[in-house]
């Protein structure tokens, strides 16, 4: 979807593996997955004639191709706000106008434009049950975040060296693929070989430490994860995604991760404490 954008918005966190094309995409050719990708949720219905079908159209005449994830009225008046590839934009009731970029209450110090994506995070996420994760969790998690990861990424080794120590911090970490490299790539094939393993747990951890993977093929979530990840927006692994939907690119130490998730917990329960 990267490609289909005006611009990158937003800078790259400096502890996340960028996402690169395949060398299919970069010729301009369509990639071959190794398996049809799943269904993932629809686009919205937008009713003809609306502002938001006006908003619609007005997208894609910058290209036909791109997927519009949501779309409805904007918190400012005389606009709608849609979300395309994790990225939020304003277009005027009549289709002429846009604006690309975050959104900012600044009476309520609240990042609107994220409060949308962090709804659509949820919605994606929910199409991916919890048997096409691979998931390490302690006993009794405090915490659940679902992590984009790649096997060649070095963050990402990195994230998983410690996996024991998110697990002692209480948080269980649920992992999806996004094989940055692009589908049909080498890089997309280690990964459904993970996935296709009987023990997917230990090839994960093999993958990430250099160890050979057997080569195998069957029916796998590795192309919808990763369309699942590009439509919220990844541009790079890993990325943590709380249950709230809040994404925090990039990799964070065990005890800055519960940190971070304390922070949320405390956040949600005031706010709901000040309706």
């Known amino acids: 979807m990267k490609q289909y954008l005006l611009a990158a918005l937003g800078a790259f966190s ?15 050719k369509a990639p071959a997955p190794a398996v049809a990708p799943a269904a993932v949720a629809s686009a919205p219905k937008v009713e003809p004639g ?10 894609r005449k910058l290209n036909r191709q791109l997927q519009v994830d949501h779309v409805g009225a904007a918190p400012i008046p005389g ?9 939020t934009l304003y277009v005027s009731d009549d289709g002429r106008y846009m604006l690309q970029g975050s959104l900012y209450d600044l009476d309520a110090r609240r990042d609107l434009s994220e409060a949308s994506l962090a709804k659509l995070r949820r919605d994606l996420l ?16 405090k915490y659940t975040v679902a992590v984009f990861t790649d096997v060649e990424c070095g963050f990402c080794r990195k994230l998983h060296s410690q996996i024991d120590e998110y697990n002692a911090e209480g948080i269980e970490v649920q992992y999806l693929a996004f094989p940055r490299m692009g589908l049909g790539s080498p ?20 993958a990430k430490s250099d160890r050979a993977v057997p080569l195998r093929n069957c029916k796998n979530p590795v192309t919808m994860e990763y369309d699942v990840g590009q439509r919220i927006g990844l ?41």
């Open 14 to 28: 400096l502890t996340a593996c960028a996402q690169t094309d395949s060398p299919q995409v970069a010729a301009g």
């Open 50 to 59: 609306s502002a938001d079908a006006r908003a619609v159209e007005a997208i």
């Open 79 to 87: 606009f709608r706000e849609a979300i395309v590839g994790g990225q």
């Open 126 to 141: 929910k199409t991916i049950p919890v048997s096409d994760r691979i998931v390490f969790a302690p006993a009794n998690p």
């Open 187 to 206: 890089d997309f094939q280690k990964m459904v070989n993970v996935w296709c393993a009987t023990d997917r747990k230990q090839a994960l951890t093999d």
């Open 235 to 275: 541009a790079g692994t890993p990325l943590i995604v709380a249950a709230d939907g809040s994404a925090m690119p990039g990799y964070m130490p065990p005890k800055e991760l519960r940190a971070a998730l304390d922070k949320l917990a405390a956040a949600a329960t005031g706010s709901a404490g000040s309706r």
